[in-house]
Nanobody, 118 residues
Framework: QVQLVESGGGLVQPGGSLTLSCAAS????????MGWYRQAPGKQRELVAT???????NYADSVKGRFTISRDNAKNTVYLRMNSLKPEDTAVYYC????????????WGQGTQVTVSS
C-alpha cells in the first residue's frame, strides 16, 4: 500500500510564490521518478515538472525559469517551488510518482488547489 500526501496549495496574488510538497509512504522499495501535473477547469491534465532518482529535471515550457522541482530521497518527498505565479497557473496540482514495491507502478496524489488571483 502506497500513499501520496500533498500539501502547500492555496490562494496567492499574481507575482507571488508557493511551495508544494508531496510525501510518499508505505511499502516502497525504490522510487524512479517524481513529478507534478496540473489540471485547470475545462482543460486536460498537463505535465508541469519531473525529477529522476539521479536528479535530472524536466519542465513544461510555460513554467521554465519560474518553477523549481526538487526531491529529498531520505524522506521520499518531492517539492515544487513556484515563483512569479500567474493567473494562468491556477489549477489543481497532482503529485505523480513511479516506484517499486516491489512491482513497478505509478501513483497519484489527491491533488491540491493553487489559485492565483488578486
Amino acid at each position: 500500500q502506497v500513499q501520496l500526501v500533498e500539501s502547500g496549495g492555496g490562494l496567492v496574488q499574481p507575482g507571488g510564490s508557493l511551495t508544494l510538497s508531496c510525501a510518499a509512504s508505505g511499502t516502497i522499495f525504490s522510487i524512479n521518478f517524481m513529478g507534478w501535473y496540473r489540471q485547470a477547469p475545462g482543460k486536460q491534465r498537463e505535465l508541469v515538472a519531473t525529477i529522476t532518482s539521479g536528479g535530472g529535471t524536466n519542465y513544461a515550457d510555460s513554467v521554465k525559469g519560474r518553477f523549481t522541482i526538487s526531491r529529498d530521497n531520505a524522506k521520499n518527498t518531492v517539492y515544487l517551488r513556484m515563483n512569479s505565479l500567474k493567473p494562468e497557473d491556477t489549477a489543481v496540482y497532482y503529485c505523480n510518482v513511479g516506484l517499486r514495491n516491489p512491482r513497478y507502478g505509478e501513483y497519484w496524489g489527491q491533488g491540491t488547489q493553487v489559485t492565483v488571483s488578486s
